[in-house]
Nanobody, 120 residues
Framework: QVQLVESGGGLVQPGGSLRLSCAASGSIFTMYDMGWYRQAPGKQREWVASITRTGNTNYADSVKGRFTISRDNAKNTVYLQMNSLKPEDTAVYYC??????????????WGQGTQVTVSS
């Protein structure tokens, strides 16, 4: 089994910054793509950013130039640096990982989510 635990959410003023972390643990053999999604109240969950094992990144247009995704393969951890935050970035942010687990094989896993609120 794999556990993903997010941290770093909170309340921030518009224009401010936050750094989210997501640490994976368990019987992990290989971590493939990792990513961040978010879900605002009353809306569907949407993709924010993703990063491959070799460090290639992709971003949703809404966050491009403001958010940076990175990872530490030695720590099985992915980060999301969020700058120039806007009220519309308010959402629960979820970590996602494509993982090869010993015995069970390859599959996708989700964290429990961390709340980000951007408000003055």
């Amino acid at each position: 089994q794999v556990q993903l635990v997010e941290s770093g959410g909170g309340l921030v003023q518009p224009g401010g910054s936050l750094r989210l972390s997501c640490a994976a643990s368990g019987s992990i053999f290989t971590m493939y793509d990792m990513g961040w999604y978010r879900q605002a109240p009353g809306k569907q969950r949407e993709w924010v950013a993703s990063i491959t094992r070799t460090g290639n990144t992709n971003y949703a247009d809404s966050v491009k130039g403001r958010f940076t995704i990175s990872r530490d393969n030695a720590k099985n951890t992915v980060y999301l640096q969020m700058n120039s935050l806007k009220p519309e970035d308010t959402a629960v942010y979820y970590c996602n990982a494509d993982v090869y687990v010993l015995v069970r094989g390859r599959g996708g896993y989700w964290g429990q989510g961390t709340q980000v609120t951007v408000s003055s």
